[in-house]
């Protein structure tokens, strides 16, 4: 089992910045993905960006060159750094931790809501 905490969501105007976090009850060495993805209500939930163990990263398309995911080993803790935010990015953001053990497990946090206005 694994618990995350999200944290660092609210209200930003377009062109602002926000960074979230999320906070892992276990380490975060042993977790082979760790990712953010956000939902906007009628829409499926997306992938924004992950990290791996090794530390190689991934972006949604969308994202590239405004968002940052990176990691805290000693703090258990997975960022989501967020420049340049529009409009369209307003989602409920979600962690996400993936375990590969036999099959994938995965284990996702309670959401944080970012709100960027025009």
């Known amino acids: 089992q694994v618990q995350l905490v999200e944290s660092g969501g609210g209200l930003v105007q377009a062109g602002g910045s926000l960074r979230l976090s999320c906070a892992t009850s276990?380490?975060?060495?042993?977790?082979?993905?760790m990712g953010w993805y956000r939902q906007v209500p009628g829409k499926q939930r997306e992938l924004v960006a992950d990290?791996?163990?090794?530390?190689?990263?991934n972006y949604a398309d969308s994202v590239k060159g405004r968002f940052t995911i990176s990691r805290d080993d000693a703090k258990n803790t997975v960022y989501l750094q967020m420049n340049s935010l529009k409009p369209e990015d307003t989602a409920v953001y979600y962690c996400?931790?993936?375990?590969?053990?036999?099959?994938?497990?995965?284990?996702w946090g309670q959401g944080t809501q970012v709100t960027v206005s025009s």
């Open positions: 276990r380490t975060i060495g042993s977790i082979n993905i």
């Open positions: 996400n931790a993936r375990i590969l053990l036999l099959k994938w497990y995965d284990y």
């Open positions: 990290i791996t163990s090794g530390g190689s990263t």
